[in-house]
């Protein structure tokens, strides 16, 4: 696995906010999305921004927001189940990942061993997230690029 370091602008975006196992929320926010992006007929690229450790947070503590990018000045129609946000912009330790048999937690692993071996960069406090370029659905193969915020190891 390739990984270098990227410098991100902040990103708007529409979606979901979900709390719990990831395994879960993620597919349920997707679905969730799927439907409203068809009905809304809305463009964007495709992420899942991630809040908690799950080494260190129980299943249920983890949050998750599923989300396509959207234009600054897009503001969702008044009853509209859907909530506009703002990916932070900055340093970010990226890979593209080929996911096989929808291991996610495998790859992340992956990416975070990567960056723990060098001394330049370490972790910030902003979320990690994935944007996908692929549709792995049906296969539960995926290609995705990962990003681990980042700054300057003290």
């Not at 529409?14 to 799927?34: A, S």
Request: glycine residues 8%.
């Amino acid at each position: 696995m390739k990984a270098w370091i990227v410098e991100r602008h902040p990103q708007s975006w529409l979606g979901y906010h979900l709390q719990g196992p990831w395994e879960e929320t993620v597919p349920r926010g997707f679905d969730r999305l799927k439907r409203w992006v068809s009905e809304h007929d809305a463009k964007g690229e495709w992420l899942a921004i991630y809040y908690g450790n799950p080494r260190e947070l129980s299943p249920e503590e983890l949050r998750v927001e599923t989300v396509i990018t959207a234009a600054e000045a897009v503001i969702p129609a008044p009853g509209d189940d859907i909530e506009k946000g703002l990916l932070p912009g900055g340093r970010y330790f990226h890979a593209r990942v080929e996911v096989r048999n929808n291991e996610f937690y495998e790859a992340w692993c992956s990416l975070f061993d990567k960056l723990n071996k060098q001394r330049e960069w370490q972790v910030d406090n902003r979320p990690c997230f994935e944007q996908y370029l692929s549709d792995g659905s049906d296969s539960g193969n995926w290609l995705v690029d990962m990003f681990i915020p980042v700054r300057a190891a003290e």
